[in-house]
Nanobody
Framework: QVQLVESGGRLVQAGDSLKLSCAVS????????MGWFRQAPGKEREFVAL????????EYADSVKGRFTISRDNAKNTGYLQMNSLKPGDTAVYYC????????????????WGQGTQVTVSS
């Protein structure tokens, strides 16, 4: 059974940095794109970033471009999201995800999800 466990979320102040981690078990991720999404209260879940299996391609939502960096360590079966210059609008539950099938990189391909980690940015 594949499990994704996010960690690193907490309360921070505007302008701070935070790094989220996503540890994957039950599957070797080296052939799978990894993605990060977020859901703010009262809003739908939205795409944040993705990184392909060999880290050769990354994609970001316009709202986080230049502030967030997605990365991965296939040897550790773990993905990361480095978040800099955080804003109150970044407050949300952050989820990592992978597709069921390998070598997919579409934003709508993600269907295996973690439980999420709360990031709260105070002004």
């Amino acid at each position: 059974q594949v499990q994704l466990v996010e960690s690193g979320g907490r309360l921070v102040q505007a302008g701070d940095s935070l790094k989220l981690s996503c540890a994957v078990s039950g599957r070797t991720i080296s052939s799978y794109t990894m993605g990060w999404f977020r859901q703010a209260p009262g809003k739908e879940r939205e795409f944040v970033a993705l990184i392909t299996w060999s880290s050769g391609y990354t994609e970001y939502a316009d709202s986080v471009k230049g502030r967030f960096t997605i990365s991965r360590d296939n040897a550790k079966n773990t993905g990361y999201l480095q978040m800099n210059s955080l804003k109150p609008g970044d407050t949300a539950v952050y989820y990592c995800a992978i597709p069921t099938r390998p070598y997919l990189q579409r934003r709508d391909a993600f269907d295996v999800w973690g439980q999420g980690t709360q990031v709260t940015v105070s002004s």
